[in-house]
T-cell receptor, first 111, second 115 residues
Framework: DVKVTQSSRYLVKRTGEKVFLECVQDMDHENMFWYRQDPGLGLRLIYFSYDVKMKEKGDIPEGYSVSREKKERFSLILESASTNQTSMYLC??????????FGPGTRLTVL | AQSVAQPEDQVNVAEGNPLTVKCTYSVSGNPYLFWYVQYPNRGLQFLLKYITGDNLVKGSYGFEAEFNKSQTSFHLKKPSALVSDSALYFCAVRDIRTGANNLFFGTGTRLTVIP
């Protein structure tokens, strides 16, 4: 079975802190994605990566960056966290059957 | 531009009754269509997809969806709802013409099954 893990289920940070959200998949998938989920807005794509060291901006990349140094790991970075980045963050990887498989999510609160 | 619309924020249905969660899409080419379900404090779980072939697609937990090209719809259905089906449901579309693997998600529909 595909497994996507995220480093934290819940995270509380202060405004201005640098925040790292880690995502690891164990199925050698090339494509990985970071979304944020907000009530009434659904899921919005922040960044995605189609290979090691390759990244593309999604719909809402402002305030975020990503890193993909190894195939199995895709990290989302908030350079200077702000309160409007309080959200649920979901990582996914793409299976060979064209299905995105999601991790459990990280609920981030920025105070 | 690609988009997905879920016109209902909330759907309530009595246990044992049939349920429908609506989804319409807009893409330039032929679509890949997906339904995902999210239980409280969990990530999204894949339910079913339409890529090509039979317009009626069967998925997990007894759910099915019908692809209707003329109405650009992909409604999720189940003949008999269970209380355990109560969750948040997302429709998503991928435009295969672009070659990208991104999904565009709807805003979600919260299904409540009343005992």
């Amino acid at each position: 079975d595909v497994k996507v893990t995220q480093s934290s289920r819940y995270l509380v940070k202060r405004t201005g802190e640098k925040v790292f959200l880690e995502c690891v998949q164990d199925m050698d998938h090339e494509n990985m994605f970071w979304y944020r989920q907000d009530p009434g807005l659904g899921l919005r794509l922040i960044y995605f990566s189609y290979d090691v060291k390759m990244k593309e901006k999604g719909d809402i990349p402002e305030g975020y960056s990503v890193s993909r140094e190894k195939k199995e790991r895709f990290s989302l970075i908030l350079e200077s966290a702000s309160t409007n980045q309080t959200s649920m963050y979901l990582c996914a990887s793409l299976t060979g059957a064209n299905e995105q498989f999601f991790g459990p999510g990280t609920r981030l609160t920025v105070l | 531009a690609q988009s997905v619309a879920q016109p209902e924020d909330q759907v309530n249905v009595a246990e044992g009754n049939p349920l429908t969660v609506k989804c319409t899409y807009s893409v330039s080419g032929n679509p890949y269509l997906f339904w995902y379900v999210q239980y409280p404090n969990r990530g999204l779980q894949f339910l079913l997809k339409y890529i090509t072939g039979d317009n009626l697609v069967k998925g997990s937990y007894g759910f099915e969806a019908e692809f209707n090209k003329s109405q650009t719809s992909f409604h999720l259905k189940k003949p008999s709802a269970l209380v355990s089906d109560s969750a948040l449901y997302f429709c998503a579309v991928r435009d295969i013409r672009t070659g990208a693997n991104n999904l565009f998600f709807g805003t979600g529909t919260r299904l409540t099954v009343i005992p």
